[in-house]
C-alpha cells in the first residue's frame, strides 16, 4: 500500500509558513532580463490600477532616467520626499525610509532592489530597507533584473564580461509573493534603445555595442526565463506538500531513477542523466533501504553510484522501506515526477509468483506515472553477489544460534517423552528471540536445527527422521514453518528499528546543531559546539578552514581538532576553489586522509570542513549527506556572522563619516576664527602710529593665538587617547601649584569673571600627573568661563576627603548649568550643550576625562544648589612614606 496522505511534518512546515507570511507585507517583484525592458513602467501602471482601487500607497524612490513616459506615469502618484545625504562634500538622495514606517502606508514602490546605500544611511543596501518594510507589515512593489540576483551573477559576467557588483540575496526573493516577468524580445529591446528610450546620447550607442549585443541578450532572456521557470516548480512542489497526493500534476517533465549496489546503476544513471537532458527535465536519484545489510564493496559502489548522480546534477533521496515499488511510487507522488526509471530485472525470484515482479508491481500501483525498463548492457549481464555478503552473519553469531538450539535440546531431554508438544513450543520460543541478537541466517540455521532435533529426538518414534502419524506430520510442517517466518519477521522488525534508529540519529544531529549554533553567541562558539558534536557523532577528527573577511588563504579554526599538513591543505583548497566534495570517499584526489566538504552559501564558498575517520571506517551516503548539510548549516553561521560585522563596520563608517563631517566644520571654523583675527591684526598694525589701538591689537591677536594653541592641544590630546600612546609620569605634586599653573594659563577666558579660591594651607603633595592634572583644571575653567555669562561667579576649591583617602578638585558656577539629558553625554567626544557657546569642538571635557581616568582616577558631574554647574575630580591619594630620623 503506498501511503497517499499529506506529509504531517510538511504540512506542519507550510501552515508555520503561512502563519509567517501572514504577519509579513507582501512583496512583487517586476523582473527582467536587463534594463531597458520596462519593468519601472509596469510597476508604475500596477501602482495606478492600485490606487483607483483606495490603496493608501506612496512612492519610496523610483528612477526615471529621464524616460518620459515612465515620467508622466509617476507624476501622479504620491511621493515621500527623499532623504537628503552629504557625504565627503557631495550632496546624495536616497529613500527615506523612517519617513515612510512612520507614515505606515499600505503600499510603497521601490525601484532598484539591489542599490546600494549612500554612507549614513540606515542600511547598506536598498534590499535592507525592504525587508524592514515588509517586517512592519507594509507591502512592497520592486523592481530587479537578472544580472543581480546573487546566484547568476557569475553566470552573467561569463556570458557579457561586464562584473556585477551590486546583488540580492537568492533568500530574499524566496520571500517574494509574486514575480512578474517583464520579457522583451532581443530585437525590440535594441529598437528601444536605438530610439533613446533606454539610454540618453552616446552612452546608448556604447551600450549597443557592448552588454547589449544580440547575443548577450538572448542569453540573458533565456536566463530570467530559467529563473522564473524554476521559481514556479518550486511553488508547485510547495503547494503539493500540503495537499493529498493522489498523482502527479503534469505541468513539467520530471524523472526519478532507482539507484542501487549494482555496476548496472552507473549506467543506469547515465541514461537517466541523457534522458533529461533531451527532455530539459529535472531528475531525481533515489536508493530504497531495506532491511538487507550490505557489505562495505557493495555499500561503496553504492556510494559511487550517488556521488556520480549528484555530480551529473540530479537531487538525491535515500529512504527506507521494504516495498522498493511502493517506495518509489511514493518518491514519485512526493516530488511531482512523471517518470519512474528502472533497470530491467535479471533472473527470477520465487516470491514473483505471488507478489508479481517489480515492473509489474510499478505499472499497478504508479497510475498516470510513465515507467522506464532499461535492460542492462552486455557486459554487465554478469550477475553481481556483492550485496548478499553482508547478509551472512560472522561464526559467532552462527555458534550462538546452534548452541541455543542444544540448550533446548538438553532441556527436553530432562522431560518425559510425552511432553514433545511442549518441546516444540520451547524451539519455537527461541528462535522467535534469537533474531533480537544474531542475524538471518543464524536465524534460518537454528529454524533448520532445531526441527530436525525435535523430529529425532522427541517426536515418536524417537531417535529417527520419520514420523509416525498423519497428526504429527502435520504439527512439524506447521513448527518449521512458523519458526522460519517468525525469525524472518523479528529479523526484518530489528533491522526496520536499526534504520529509524540511524534516521533518528541524524534528525537529532542535526537538530541539536542548529540549537547549538543559534544560541552561539559568537562564530567561534558555533564553530566549537559544531565540531565537537562532528567529532562525537562520526568518532572522528575534524577541521574548519575559514577564509579571513578581508580575502586571504584558509587557516583552521582554533577549536580544530585535526592538524592538516600541505598535502592536506591542499586538497582542502581545491574544494574550497571548486565549490565540490573533495577527498577519501570521493572521486577527486581519494588518497587523501580526509573527506572535505565546502561551505557554500549564495554560490560563493565561505569555507571548508574537513573530516578524518579511522582507515578502516567508512563515511556511508547517508553520513555524508549529514555532513553537507552541517556544512550548510555552518555556511549559515559564518554568513550571519559576517553580515553582522559587516553591519557593525557600516555603522561604525557612517559614525565615523559623521564625526569627520563634525570635526571638520567645527575645526575650520574654529581655525579660521583665531586666523582671522590673528591675520587681521597683523594687516593693521604696519604703519600704525596709534600706540594704544596697536596695543588692543597686539592683545587680540595675543588672545586669538592662545585661542589656537588650546584647539591644537586639544585635538593632540585626543589622538593621544585614542591611540592609547597617553601615559601618565606620576610624581609628588603640590595641588597649590597646580591650581596656580591651571589659572595661569586661562587667566584671559576668565578675566571678567569674580573668582573664589578655596586651598586649605599646608596640604600634604599628592601623587599625580602634574601637567596632565593642570590641563584637566584648565579645561574644567576655561569650560566655565566659555558657558557661562559675564561677571558670573567661578568658584575653584582643592583638598583632601580623609573618610576616603582620595584628592579633590572642584570647579563650579553659576551659569544656567546642564539639562538632565545633558549630564549623560557631557563626557562624549564633540558633544555640546543645545545653547552651548558658538566656539568650541566639543573635546574639552572628553579630554578631562581622559586625562584623569589615565591616572585612575574619575569625574563627576552636578548640579549646584544656587544654580550652575559642579565638576568634581577625585584622584587616589597614597601619602608619601616618612622620611626615617638619623
Request: with cysteine.
Amino acid at each position: 500500500m503506498i501511503d497517499r496522505h499529506p506529509d504531517p511534518d510538511a504540512l506542519l512546515a507550510s501552515l508555520k509558513q503561512e502563519e509567517e507570511r501572514a504577519k509579513r507585507g507582501r512583496l512583487k517583484v517586476f523582473f527582467g532580463m536587463c534594463p531597458g525592458v520596462g519593468k519601472t513602467y509596469a510597476m508604475l501602471r500596477a501602482a495606478h490600477e492600485e490606487l483607483r482601487d483606495k490603496v493608501n500607497l506612496v512612492v519610496g524612490v523610483v528612477e526615471t532616467h529621464g524616460r518620459a513616459e515612465t515620467e508622466a506615469l509617476l507624476k501622479d502618484l504620491p511621493m515621500v520626499p527623499r532623504k537628503k545625504i552629504i557625504h565627503r562634500g557631495i550632496h546624495l538622495e536616497e529613500m527615506d525610509l523612517e519617513a515612510i514606517l512612520a507614515g505606515k502606508p499600505q503600499l510603497v514602490l521601490v525601484d532598484e532592489l539591489a542599490h546600494t546605500n549612500a554612507p549614513g544611511s540606515i542600511h547598506a543596501k536598498r534590499y535592507q530597507d525592504v525587508i524592514e518594510l515588509l517586517d512592519a507589515g507594509i507591502d512592497v512593489f520592486t523592481t530587479l533584473n537578472i544580472q543581480h540576483v546573487e546566484s547568476r551573477a557569475d553566470t552573467v559576467r561569463q556570458i557579457t564580461g561586464a562584473t556585477i557588483r551590486e546583488t540580492v540575496p537568492d533568500s530574499l526573493l524566496d520571500l517574494a509573493d509574486q514575480i512578474e516577468l517583464i520579457d522583451l524580445t532581443p530585437e525590440a529591446l535594441r529598437e528601444r534603445l536605438s530610439e533613446g528610450k533606454v539610454y540618453l546620447g552616446g552612452k546608448a550607442a556604447a551600450a549597443a555595442e557592448n552588454f547589449f549585443k544580440s547575443t548577450h541578450l538572448a542569453a540573458l532572456r533565456e536566463l530570467a526565463l530559467r529563473f522564473t521557470a524554476e521559481r514556479v516548480e518550486r511553488q508547485l512542489r510547495s503547494m503539493r506538500s500540503s495537499h493529498v497526493k493522489k498523482t502527479v500534476w503534469r505541468s513539467g517533465e520530471r524523472m526519478l531513477v532507482a539507484v542501487g549496489p549494482s555496476p548496472f546503476s552507473t549506467q543506469l544513471v547515465r541514461w537517466t542523466r541523457r534522458l533529461a537532458a533531451a527532455q530539459g527535465a529535472s531528475w531525481i536519484a533515489a536508493h530504497i533501504e531495506s532491511s538487507r545489510p550490505l557489505s562495505p564493496a557493495a555499500q561503496a559502489l553504492l556510494d559511487k553510484n550517488m556521488a556520480l548522480a549528484r555530480e551529473l546534477g540530479a537531487e538525491v533521496l535515500v529512504t527506507h522501506d521494504e516495498d522498493i515499488a511502493a517506495a518509489l511510487v511514493r518518491l514519485a507522488l512526493q516530488h511531482n515526477a512523471t517518470q519512474i526509471v528502472i533497470g530491467k530485472p535479471r533472473g527470477w525470484r520465487p516470491s514473483e509468483l505471488i507478489r508479481g515482479t517489480l515492473v509489474d508491481r510499478l505499472i499497478r500501483l504508479g497510475g498516470n506515472i510513465d515507467i522506464y525498463v532499461v535492460p542492462a548492457e552486455q557486459q554487465s549481464r554478469r550477475p553481481t553477489w556483492r550485496g548478499i555478503e553482508a547478509a551472512f552473519s560472522g561464526p559467532s553469531e552462527y555458534g550462538w544460534a546452534a548452541a541455543a538450539v542444544a540448550a533446548v535440546t538438553l532441556v527436553g531431554l530432562l522431560l518425559p517423552e510425552k511432553y514433545y508438544q511442549a518441546i516444540g513450543l520451547v524451539y519455537l520460543l527461541a528462535i522467535v528471540f534469537l533474531p533480537l541478537w544474531v542475524g538471518r541466517w543464524p536465524v534460518l540455521l537454528a529454524a533448520v536445527l532445531s526441527a530436525f532435533a525435535w523430529n529425532y529426538l522427541f517426536i515418536p518414534p524417537s531417535y529417527a527422521l520419520r514420523i509416525g502419524n498423519i497428526e504429527n506430520v502435520i504439527l512439524f510442517a506447521t513448527y518449521f514453518g512458523v519458526a522460519l517466518v517468525a525469525g524472518q519477521l523479528t529479523s526484518r522488525i530489528r533491522a526496520q528499528a536499526r534504520h529509524e534508529r540511524r534516521r533518528e540519529e541524524r534528525a537529532v544531529a542535526l537538530f541539536t546543531l542548529t540549537r547549538s549554533l543559534a544560541e552561539a553567541r559568537t562564530l567561534d562558539d558555533a564553530v566549537s559546539a559544531a565540531l565537537r558534536q562532528t567529532d562525537e557523532l562520526l568518532d572522528a577528527k575534524t577541521a574548519l578552514l575559514l577564509v579571513p573577511d578581508g580575502g586571504g588563504e584558509l587557516a583552521p579554526h582554533p577549536a580544530s581538532s585535526y592538524s592538516l599538513d600541505e598535502k592536506e591543505a591542499g586538497v582542502a583548497s581545491w574544494a574550497f576553489r571548486h565549490r565540490r566534495s573533495a577527498g577519501r570517499f570521493t572521486d577527486t584526489l581519494p588518497g587523501s586522509a580526509g573527506y572535505y566538504v565546502p561551505l557554500v552559501r549564495e554560490n560563493q564558498s565561505v569555507g571548508v570542513l574537513a573530516v578524518v575517520v579511522a582507515a578502516n571506517e567508512q563515511l556511508t551516503l547517508a553520513r555524508r549527506d549529514l555532513l553537507d548539510a552541517f556544512a550548510r548549516q555552518l555556511a549559515l553561521s559564518v554568513e550571519r556572522e559576517r553580515l553582522r560585522e559587516a553591519g557593525e563596520r557600516e555603522k561604525f563608517l557612517a559614525e565615523s563619516d559623521k564625526l569627520h563631517r563634525t570635526l571638520l566644520d567645527s575645526v575650520s571654523h574654529e581655525l579660521r576664527t583665531p586666523l582671522a583675527v590673528i591675520t587681521g591684526a597683523f594687516e593693521n598694525l604696519s604703519g600704525l602710529d596709534d600706540a594704544q589701538l596697536r596695543d588692543s591689537l597686539v592683545t587680540e591677536g595675543r588672545t586669538a593665538a592662545r585661542r589656537l594653541n588650546r584647539l591644537v592641544e586639544n585635538l593632540l590630546d585626543q589622538t593621544r587617547l585614542e591611540s592609547g600612546a597617553l601615559k601618565p609620569r606620576l610624581d609628588w605634586c603640590d595641588m597649590s601649584d597646580m591650581v596656580n599653573a591651571a589659572l595661569e594659563s586661562v587667566g584671559d577666558a576668565l578675566a571678567d569673571r569674580p573668582l573664589e579660591i578655596s586651598i586649605p594651607p599646608a596640604l600634604p603633595p599628592i601623587r599625580a600627573d602634574f601637567a596632565l592634572t593642570e590641563q584637566a583644571l584648565a579645561n574644567l575653567l576655561l569650560n566655565a568661563g566659555l558657558h557661562t555669562p559675564p561677571r558670573t561667579p567661578v568658584f575653584l576649591a582643592a583638598g583632601l576627603d580623609h573618610g576616603t583617602g582620595t584628592a579633590f578638585f572642584t570647579v563650579a558656577d553659576r551659569g544656567p548649568g546642564l539639562p538632565p539629558e545633558m549630564k549623560d553625554r557631557v563626557f562624549r567626544k564633540f558633544s555640546r550643550g543645545d545653547a552651548a557657546h558658538a566656539g568650541g569642538l566639543g573635546l574639552g571635557l572628553s579630554i578631562v576625562r581622559g586625562f584623569i581616568a589615565a591616572q585612575g582616577g574619575e569625574i563627576v558631574v552636578g548640579g549646584n544648589p544656587g544654580g550652575g554647574a559642579v565638576f568634581t575630580i577625585y584622584l587616589p591619594n597614597n601619602p608619601p612614606e616618612p622620611t626615617p630620623s638619623a
